[in-house]
C-alpha cells in the first residue's frame, strides 16, 4: 500500500488561510460583542463565551465538509462559525427572535444547523461524545467517507460518556476526530485538581487510538494535527484524541467573577498568546496574508458583525403558537 | 390471513420486516446477537438478546446492521440518537428498562429535545425497545414498569403493547415515525400467543381499543394489566355488571377521547397499572377524567396499582404486590357501595 502524505502546514495556501483568518476573527468578534450585549442585560439566559480558543474550532473545521459532522459543547458559538452556520441566524438565536438558526427555541447553548453538519451545542458536558461516534456510526453503516469531529471540553474527560464514546469508536475504528479543548478549567476548578492523567491524549494509549497534544493558541500546530487524524478517518484507519491546550480569556459564564485565575497567565493570553495575533504573525511571515489584507478581514467582519446586531435587535420575538409547536413531527 | 404467534415472535418479525424494507434500519444493543469475534459463531449470533427476542436476526442481516455493543449504555444509546439525527432509523434496545439510569440524559435531554431545540430542523427516528414488567422473580432492579417517566417528557412517544398482534403493529409504526419513541415489552407477555396477520401493517399511535364492551363500569389497563381487567369483567358480568376494558396501547400520545366517552356512559372509572401509584400513568388519567369528565362520574375514580414501593423478590411477596382481578373486584364495590362484592 502506498504511503500516504502526511497533512503539513507549510501546504496551507493563502485562500485558505485567508478563510481561517476571516472565521478566526468572526468568532473573536462575535463573542466580544455577546460579551458587551449581554453586559447591558440586552440577551436573556445562560452564555459561554469561546473567546481565545478559536483556533481549535478554525483549525479542526477546517479540513471538514458539509456533509462531515460535528457535535459541540455548551461553549459552542465558535464551533458553529467555524462549521459555517449563519451569523445573522446565530446572533438572532441567542437574542431569542424567530429568525434565529433554532427559531429562538435553542438560545446559546442549542444552537445547530444540522444542514451544515452542525449537530448543536449542547447543554450537557459530556454529552457530545457519544452523539459523535453516532454520526461516525451512520457514516460506517451507510459507507460514505464523512467524518464526525466531537469538540469537548478537558472537564467532559472525567466523564463516562469520554470513556464509553472513546472505547467504542477504538473498537468498531469508526471515521471519529475527539477534539478535546482543554482550556485548564472545567466551569471553577482547575483541571489538575479534577483530573487525574497529566494529559488527556494519554488516555488514547490505553484505547489503543492516536493520540496527540498540541499548542490549540497555534492554529498550524492544530490544522496539520487535525489534518492527520481526519484523513486517518476518512481513509477508515479509525479515531484519534487531539488535545489542544488553550485558554478561556472569558469567564466560564458570562458573569463570572474569575477569582480562580491567576492573573500574569491572563495578562499572556491575551496578549503574546492571544491566538489571533500568532496567526497574523505566523501568515504575514509565511506570506500567506498581508497587512492591507488582514485590515480588510478585519473590517469585512466587523461590518458582518454590526449588521447580525442589527438583524437580531430588528427581528420579533416568536409568535405565541411556538411555545408548543416542533415538540413532535407528528403526534 | 393471520397465523398463531408469540408476543416475542411478533417482535422479532417486525423487526425482521422493518430492516427488510428499509436499509436504513439498525438494531443496536447489548448482545443483540451476541457472541461477536468469538471464532467459532462467526457471523451466528449467540443469545438474540437476553430472552432470544432477536434471535436469527444477526443471520439474515449480518453483523454491520445487528450491532453488539459494550455493555455502556450512554455511550450506544447515545451514538443511536445522532445515529438517527444523521440519516439511520435504529432500532435501540435498552436491555432492561430499570438501566434507564445509565443513559436517561440521552433520551431525556438529547432525543427527546433536538426537534423542538433545534426550531423543527432536526428530527430523531429512533425507536428504544425495553423489558419492563413484574411477575418474573427478577426483584427490585429488573422489574420496574416506568413508562410513566417516559410519557412525563415531551418528545418522546410511549407504547404498551399488551398482546402478540398490537406489538408488531405498533413497534412497525415506531420504526418508521420520525419521532423518538420507546416501546415497553413486558417480559412475561413473552410466550404469550395470539393471532397476528402476516406481513407489514402498522397501528397508529393515540389509538385505544375497546377490548369489551359494558355501560356499568370503564377500566383502563395498562400493558399486561389489560388481561387482569378482563379477568376481572368476566367476573363481574356473573355479578350482573357489564365492564367496558380499554387498552390505550399508547400513553404519549393518549387517546383520552375514548377513555372519555367510555366514562361518560359508564359513570364509574378504574385504572389499573402494575407500575408505582405517585405520578403515574394512573393519576394521569384520573386526573384528565376528573378535568373533563367529572360531571359524569357517578363514584371516585379508583386506581389499582403497585403499593409506593420496590418490586419485591419473593414469589409471594410479588404476587401481593400486584394488581389482581379481586383487588379490582373489591374496588368497584367500594364504588357501588356494595359489601357483597368485598372479597377482601
Redesign the interface.
Known amino acids: 500500500m502506498q504511503a500516504e502524505k502526511k497533512a503539513s502546514a507549510k501546504d496551507m495556501t493563502a485562500l485558505k488561510a485567508s478563510w481561517i483568518y476571516q472565521k478566526m476573527q468572526e468568532i473573536r468578534q462575535f463573542e466580544n460583542a455577546v460579551h458587551e450585549i449581554f453586559e447591558k442585560g440586552e440577551i436573556p439566559g445562560f452564555v459561554h463565551l469561546y473567546a481565545g480558543e478559536e483556533a481549535v474550532a478554525v483549525g479542526v473545521c477546517a479540513h471538514l465538509t458539509d456533509k462531515d ?1 460535528i ?1 459541540s459543547t455548551h461553549r459552542g458559538h465558535g464551533h458553529c462559525i467555524a462549521k459555517g452556520c449563519d451569523i445573522d441566524g446565530m446572533m438572532a438565536e441567542i437574542f431569542g427572535r424567530s429568525t ?7 438560545g446559546s447553548m ?1 444552537i ?4 451544515k453538519g452542525m ?2 451545542a ?3 458536558v459530556g ?1 457530545g ?7 461516525g ?2 457514516a460506517k ?2 459507507k460514505t467517507d464523512d467524518v464526525a469531529v466531537c469538540f469537548f471540553g478537558d472537564g467532559a474527560s472525567n466523564h ?2 469520554f470513556h ?2 472513546v ?2 469508536a477504538a ?1 468498531w475504528k469508526l471515521p471519529v476526530l475527539f477534539v478535546c479543548e482543554n482550556n485548564g478549567f472545567g466551569e471553577a476548578s482547575t483541571f489538575d485538581y479534577a483530573a487525574a492523567t497529566d494529559r488527556i491524549s494519554e488516555y488514547a494509549k490505553a484505547y489503543k487510538i492516536v493520540g496527540e497534544t498540541v499548542d490549540g493558541r497555534d492554529l498550524p500546530s492544530v490544522y496539520e494535527a487535525a489534518g492527520n487524524a481526519v484523513a486517518r478517518a476518512r481513509r477508515g484507519e479509525g479515531p484519534t484524541i487531539l488535545e489542544c491546550l488553550t485558554y478561556r480569556d472569558y469567564g466560564h459564564f458570562e458573569g463570572d467573577t474569575q477569582t480562580y485565575k491567576d492573573k500574569d497567565v491572563q495578562d499572556r493570553a491575551l496578549n503574546e498568546d492571544d491566538a489571533i495575533l500568532r496567526f497574523q504573525n505566523y501568515a504575514k511571515s509565511n506570506r500567506l496574508l498581508g497587512e492591507d489584507e488582514i485590515k480588510t478581514i478585519d473590517a469585512l467582519v466587523k461590518a458582518e458583525i454590526d449588521h447580525a446586531i442589527k438583524f437580531a435587535e430588528e427581528s420579533p420575538f416568536p409568535d405565541a403558537s411556538q411555545v408548543t ?7 | 390471513m393471520t397465523i398463531k404467534m408469540s408476543y416475542s415472535d411478533a417482535i422479532n418479525d417486525a423487526i425482521r420486516l422493518a430492516m427488510r424494507k428499509d436499509e ?1 434500519v ?1 438494531l443496536i444493543g447489548e448482545d443483540v446477537a451476541g457472541g461477536a469475534e468469538v471464532d467459532h459463531l462467526q457471523d451466528q449470533g449467540a443469545w438474540g438478546g437476553v430472552f432470544g427476542v432477536t434471535k436469527g436476526i444477526v443471520e439474515e442481516f449480518g453483523r ?2 445487528v ?1 453488539d ?2 455493555i ?1 449504555e ?15 432509523r435504529p432500532i435501540s434496545e435498552l436491555m432492561f428498562n430499570d438501566f434507564i439510569g445509565s443513559c436517561l ?2 433520551v431525556m ?2 432525543a427527546a429535545k ?10 430523531v427516528p429512533l425507536t428504544i425497545r425495553t423489558i419492563d414488567g413484574a411477575g418474573f422473580n427478577a426483584a427490585a432492579q429488573h422489574s420496574q414498569s416506568l413508562y410513566a417517566l417516559f410519557t412525563h417528557i ?2 418522546l ?1 410511549v407504547v404498551v403493547p399488551s398482546n402478540p398482534s398490537d406489538m408488531k403493529g405498533l413497534l412497525l409504526n415506531a420504526v418508521f ?3 423518538p419513541v420507546i416501546v415497553f415489552e413486558d417480559k412475561t407477555l413473552y410466550g404469550m400467543k395470539g393471532e397476528v396477520e402476516e406481513g407489514f401493517y402498522t397501528i397508529p399511535f ?1 389509538k385505544a381499543e375497546i377490548k369489551r364492551a359494558g355501560s356499568d363500569l370503564t377500566i383502563v389497563g395498562i400493558g399486561k394489566q389489560v388481561l387482569t381487567a378482563l379477568k376481572a369483567a368476566d367476573q363481574l358480568a356473573k355479578k350482573g355488571f357489564e365492564t367496558e376494558v380499554i387498552d390505550p396501547r399508547t400513553l404519549s ?1 393518549l387517546d383520552e377521547e375514548t377513555i372519555i366517552n367510555s366514562v361518560k356512559k359508564t359513570g364509574r372509572l378504574i385504572i389499573v397499572d402494575e407500575a408505582y401509584p405517585r405520578c403515574s400513568a394512573a393519576t394521569d388519567i384520573a386526573a384528565i377524567v376528573g378535568d373533563k369528565a367529572f360531571d359524569y362520574l357517578d363514584a371516585p375514580i379508583k386506581r389499582v396499582t403497585a403499593p409506593h414501593s420496590p418490586v419485591p423478590f419473593s414469589p409471594p411477596l410479588e404476587k401481593l404486590y400486584m394488581p389482581s382481578p379481586e383487588k379490582i373486584i373489591n374496588a368497584f364495590s367500594l364504588m357501588v357501595g356494595d359489601k357483597v362484592f368485598t372479597t377482601a
Open positions: 459532522s457535535t434565529g438558526l433554532c427559531k429562538g427555541k435553542g442549542h445547530a444547523d444540522v444542514s449537530l448543536g449542547n447543554g450537557i454529552a461524545l457519544p452523539l459523535a461516534i453516532g454520526a456510526l451512520t453503516v451507510k463516562g460518556t464509553e464514546a472505547n467504542m473498537i409547536t416542533d415538540v413532535y413531527v407528528s403526534y | 436504513n439498525i454491520g446492521r450491532i455493543t459494550p455502556a450512554a455511550g450506544y444509546m447515545g451514538a443511536a440518537v445522532s445515529a438517527a439525527a444523521t440519516g439511520l440524559d440521552e435531554n438529547q433536538f426537534h423542538y431545540m433545534f426550531g423543527g430542523k432536526a428530527k415531551p418528545g412517544k415515525d420520525d419521532d393515540g400520545p
